[in-house]
């Protein structure tokens, strides 16, 4: 039974996130009805991550093992004739490694982050950037962002519905860097607690307006309590951008 390991993007916008539930629109359910219509097999996609409502991705890794041994150009594109006109896409598909598992044998996964920076809302990019209309610093931010850098208890950055067992994570990069009108923020770790990024994203902002410092983002940090936590960024903003393995 070969494994076929799935790259995949996707607009979160019209999606109650990635993960299955029962009558309300999915990612993993559109998905596996294309399989189903591809094949007529019914089985569970396996992901290297779970996005929220309304986050996208343009590098969301998954995996099914077929009874079939189909070509993987065959299953792409059987898929994504599928999946029309669904706002998801089947970058490529490979026959994976024995033992490979998407979520399992992933070492490091990448997150993006958008913020139109301007007066005018955006037109083309509704929905998928947050539009921050005060000016931001982002030599600021990124000095402040490097605090967040290493092995640390996030649990001020940690949604209260979070089911991971330790707020303790390893962030490796958290980098942020002007693009003409958008202030770009990315960051990688091995794993990250439910709505990390957002909360670390939110609190980023407020040095970026001015109304933190450096400081106050470390003192936030140090505080291990949620309500230290700056406001939460909205999902649209938000991207899975890949997986290592």
Wanted: with cysteine.
């Amino acid at each position: 039974m070969p494994r076929y390991r799935l790259t995949v993007e996707y607009d979160g916008r019209p999606y109650r996130g990635y993960q299955a539930q029962a009558e309300l629109p999915s990612v993993q359910a559109s998905i596996e009805r294309a399989i189903l219509g591809f094949c007529g097999e019914d089985l569970r996609l396996q992901a290297a991550g779970r996005t929220d409502t309304g986050v996208h991705a343009t590098g969301q890794v998954l995996h099914i093992d077929l009874a079939k041994d189909w070509k993987p150009d065959v299953v792409r594109d059987a898929l994504n004739a599928h999946l029309a006109p669904e706002p998801i896409a089947i970058l490529s598909a490979e026959v994976a490694e024995e033992g490979w598992h998407a979520r399992f044998s992933a070492t490091e996964r990448r997150y993006l982050y958008r913020i139109l920076n301007r007066r005018a809302p955006p037109g083309l990019d509704q929905g998928r950037v947050w539009h921050v209309k005060k000016p931001l610093d982002a030599e600021a931010m990124h000095a402040a962002a490097q605090a967040l850098v290493g092995h640390h208890d996030f649990t001020t950055f940690r949604d209260l519905q979070c089911q991971a067992k330790s707020p303790m994570k390893t962030l490796d990069v958290a980098a942020v860097r002007r693009v003409g009108e958008e202030v770009r923020l990315e960051f990688a770790s091995r794993s990250f607690l439910h709505r990390q990024v957002r909360s670390m994203t939110g609190s980023l902002v407020e040095v970026g307006v001015g109304r933190w410092r450096a400081r106050d983002l470390a003192a936030a940090l140090e505080a291990r309590d949620r309500r230290a936590c700056g406001p939460v960024a909205p999902a649209e903003g938000l991207y899975l951008t890949g997986v290592s393995y």
